[in-house]
């Protein structure tokens, strides 16, 4: 008789789930017991990097992934990392061991008590099977509740003596199932929207990370220049939906509402893909739009076009929006069309020091075309945007909702998803520590991200936001004197510690050829963000 732990395994590698991201506890053994040699287990030393490298994954594949936690105190190191992944709707599937079903009650040790809230609303779906019998159907449910309607991260926590129980044949039923949505604009939602496109004097794409996450960026190139649109990118990108050099690029919108509808008070028509309306920061409020400015949305998350406090919203696969919509709107003259703007000149680094925009300049000059970065440097993306020329999807990603300990894991989850292209990470000195284990699983599994980290020896966002917020004497503002590339070297992974641009340009070219993890630190200005 087949158990539910080797019928899961069948049905996970039926499901191509064949990563299983995780850090182990008794309570999950049973599960990891006897698993197919097609399953690779990567091993994260913190569950926070253990959902950050799948984060990464699955971002990067286009696919769900599988983690394994241990219980309530797995799941907990990794509640920081759930803040990323819902914002994301990254399909991360995360299973956790809970105690023997008949001791949970009695909360006996490594009892996760009331598993199925613990995640709660950081899942968009979390159970616990109510007997044994319904694992291998929960954990179906699990994958499609990942990867259907407003995807995300789900949290499924099986007892672990459920495992070796017998599995039903009613099971195998699971194996042939599929499930698959269609969300596509009506007929006459396109009509009507291509007819409001056709008719406005000037109109304003604003682009959302979703764009790049359903790899659109080419329809959403094709639809900007249809309407010689001006281009923007939604406030706090995770993903850059839209070449960052194209002449119609005009920047990222800040996350601030009076310093939004600043900057579209001149368009008639605003139409936003992919995005909420809108994610936010630093609160400085005004109007949300000037008078006279209509703005449309377009989104798959149902929640970012219910709790919009503005604007149209139409609830609809936004791959298929903009392949419609690109192929239905009158073209406009554009002269800027193929057009790429230069980069302003990065000032010099002074006695060791590089201001940020010319570590990022050096970037551009010398890192592959192709390279994707994996970004955590919180006060640094103004010289960032200024700075890089990224033209190809997937080049970009940065934590969906700030929170730290993404960067250096994910960039291991993305450079394992795309083999085949460089992977950069760039990282604040603050940022490094909340995931800084993931440079354990680089060295364990030769995974060769390049990590820079950028040293100015503070938490520069919050001395900024220290300031708009009039927190004069704030504590707890500095990072300085830590020595990364003795970390780097303490977990397996060679490191150079730079203060030249030709010793910067060099570090680079011989991590890029080692075919091994590499890190470079650097000491950097402070600049706002
Ligand atoms: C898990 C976590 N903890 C704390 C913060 C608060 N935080 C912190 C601590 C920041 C400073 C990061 O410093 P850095 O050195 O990585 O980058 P910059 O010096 O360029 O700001 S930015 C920010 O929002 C956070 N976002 N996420
Ligand atoms: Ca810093």
Not at 327 to 333: C, E, K, L, S
Request: include cysteine; glycine fraction near 8%; proline fraction near 6%.
């Amino acid at each position: 008789v087949t158990s539910i732990r080797e019928f899961t395994h069948e049905f996970m590698i039926a499901q191509g789930l064949t990563k299983v991201f995780g850090n182990p506890g008794s309570n999950e053994l049973p599960f990891l017991k006897g698993m197919p040699a097609e399953v690779q287990y990567v091993l994260g030393l913190h569950e926070g990097v253990v959902v950050g490298m799948a984060d990464g994954f699955a971002q990067a594949s286009g696919k769900p992934a599988l983690v394994n936690l241990h219980a309530a105190s797995g799941t907990g190191n990794a509640m920081g990392a759930l803040t990323n992944a819902v914002y994301s709707q990254t399909p991360l599937v995360i299973t956790a061991g809970q105690q023997v079903r008949e001791t949970i009650g009695q909360e006996s040790f490594l009892s996760n008590v009331d598993a199925a809230l613990l995640t709660r609303p950081l899942t968009s779906w979390s159970m616990e099977p109510a007997c044994a019998a319904d694992v291998p159907r929960a954990f179906g449910q699990a994958v499609w509740e990942a990867t259907t309607g407003t995807k995300g991260p789900v949290y499924l926590s099986v007892p672990y003596d459920d495992w070796d129980q017998p599995s039903s044949p009613n099971d195998r039923h699971l194996l042939a199932r599929s499930v698959t949505e269609a969300r596509s604009l009506s007929q006459e939602q396109l009509d009507r929207l291509v007819r409001r496109l056709d008719r406005a004097d000037r109109v304003a794409l604003v682009l959302g990370s979703a764009v790049d996450t359903v790899n659109a960026s080419d329809d959403a190139r094709i639809l900007a220049e249809r309407l010689n649109a001006d281009v923007w990118v939604a406030p706090s990108p995770y993903r850059l939906p839209f070449p960052n050099r194209h002449g119609q690029f005009r920047g990222v919108l800040p996350a601030a509402i009076a310093g939004v509808s600043e900057r579209l008070k001149d368009y008639d028509l605003v139409l936003v893909l992919g995005a909420p309306v809108f994610r936010y920061h630093q609160h400085s409020p005004g109007q949300y739009l000037a008078d006279g400015v209509e703005l449309v949305q377009i989104t798959e998350e149902t929640g970012a076009a219910t709790r919009a406090p503005f604007g149209e919203a139409i609830v609809a696969d936004v791959a298929g929006a903009l392949a419609a919509l690109s192929g239905n709107v009158a073209a406009r003259p554009n002269s800027r069309s193929g057009s790429w703007r230069e980069s302003t000149p990065a000032p010099q680094a002074q006695d060791g020091i590089f201001h940020p925009a010319k570590v990022f300049e050096l970037l551009r000059e010398n890192a592959p075309g192709n390279t994707a970065y994996v970004v955590e440097s919180t006060s640094t993306n103004e010289a960032f945007w200024d700075q890089m020329d990224l033209r190809l999807p997937s080049s970009y990603f940065w934590p969906a909702s700030g929170g730290l300990g993404f960067g250096m894991p994910a960039a291991v989850g993305v450079q394992m998803a795309m083999p085949q292209r460089p992977v950069i990470a760039v990282i604040g000195d603050g940022s490094a520590n909340y995931g800084i284990t993931a440079l354990w699983t680089a060295a364990h599994y030769n995974v060769p991200v390049t990590f820079i980290i950028l040293k100015n020896g503070t938490y520069g966002a919050l001395r900024w936001f220290a300031d708009l917020l009039q927190v004069e004497d704030a504590p707890g503002m500095d990072v300085d004197g830590i020595d990364f590339a003795a970390l780097a070297r303490g977990y397996g992974v060679t490191a150079t510690t730079v203060a030249s641009e030709k010793a910067f340009i060099d570090s680079l070219s011989r991590a890029a050829s080692s075919g091994r993890p590499h890190l470079i630190e650097v000491a950097t200005s402070l600049t706002t963000p």
